[in-house]
Every structure is written in C-alpha cells, then in structure tokens.
C-alpha cells in the first residue's frame, strides 16, 4: 500500500496558493483518474484512493493546515498500516525555481513547516518526497510571499510541473524504482 500526501492548507483563502502546491497536484491527479475526495474526520483529512496491479495508494490532504500535517499523516500511516518506505510527500519549495521538480528519498525538512512537522510525528526522514519549486520574492515577507498566488507568467511553469507530478504519482503507486522516478522527472 502507497500513500501520497500533498501539503497545503484548507480553505477558500488559500486556493491556488503557492503554499498549496502539493493539493493542486493532487486535485489534478485526482480530476484525471475521476477521484473524488471524502473528508474523514478521524484522519484530519481529505482522502481518495484508486489501485494499480491489486495495490492501493491512498492520496491524502491534510486538514490540520500545513504547520499540523503530520498529525494527519501519523493517523492515516498506523490505520492503514503503510510502510514509511511507501510514503511519498508532495509540496512547494522556496529554494527552486518556479516549476523545477526535485524528488528526494529523505533528508531533512530544508526549513519547510510542513516537512518539519512530518518528520517529528513519523519520527524520521526516511520518506520519499516531491519538491516543486515557487522561487523567492526578496521584496516580500516569506510568509506573506508564500501565500500569494502564481502570476501569469509563473502559471505555465506550474502546469507543466503539475502534470509531470501527475505522471510520476502513477509511476510511484505502480511500483516502479524510486531512483529511476527521480531521474526521470527531476529537473535542473
């Protein structure tokens, strides 16, 4: 059993926001594989899932907003009884260029909130995860730069990332060999 989390926060307000990049890859994914997401409560999330060759992948979205999400991912990793090993986090990075994707098989959270809280409730930075780059803007406050939306020139740049998110979730949740996933989608 896999389980895909993509990081973001609940809400109207942060719709589309650079913040939200790991639930905008997982709302495309789901849109075209014809998922729907239920919220579940107990599990402090949105959640869908779908098979590939008899096995699950459950596609979460946190609703605990993004400094919490490991609370959700922790509830959802023991009920469904997932492998650390068979976990694959999805969310923005501020230390890439817009649309640049980075795929890591763990390391630290690089000062992500999200991440950070992850890896206290799991206990460890042995998870799989997807980096999709927002860039930096100097002249604005990180947190405010963060919650911002994508301007029109940014736009392509994160559609063409979202798909190649979408392509490489299906690649994940069919087993094929993390290293070749990362070396076929992570970009300069």
Do not use: W
């Not at 589309?16 to 919220?39: I, S």
């Not at 949105?46 to 605990?64: H, M, Y």
């Not at 780059?133 to 002249?139: D, Q, T």
């Not at 406050?141 to 190649?164: C, H, M």
Request: aromatic share 10%; with cysteine.
């Amino acid at each position: 059993m896999k389980l895909i989390v993509g990081l973001g926060n609940i809400g109207t307000l942060y719709d589309n926001t650079r913040h939200n990049l790991g639930f905008m890859c997982l709302d495309y994914f789901a849109k075209q594989h014809n998922l729907t997401f239920k919220e579940d409560k107990k599990l402090k999330c949105f959640l869908a899932s779908f098979s590939v060759n008899g096995e699950k992948t459950i596609l979460i979205k946190p609703t605990t907003y993004m400094n919490l999400s490991g609370e959700s991912v922790i509830l959802v990793k023991n009920y469904f009884k997932v492998s650390i090993l068979d976990i694959l986090v999805i969310c923005d990075d501020l230390d890439s260029n817009v649309g640049r994707v980075r795929l890591r098989q763990n390391g630290s959270s690089g000062g992500h909130n999200g991440l950070k809280n992850i890896i206290l409730h799991l206990g460890t930075e042995e998870f799989k995860r997807v980096k999709v780059g927002i860039g930096r803007n100097s002249l604005m406050n990180t947190a405010d730069y963060v919650l911002s939306r994508f301007n029109d020139d940014e736009k392509s740049l994160i559609d063409e990332a979202i798909i190649n998110v979408n392509d490489l979730i299906f690649e994940f949740s069919n087993d094929v060999p993390f290293y070749k996933i990362a070396s076929k989608y992570s970009k300069k």
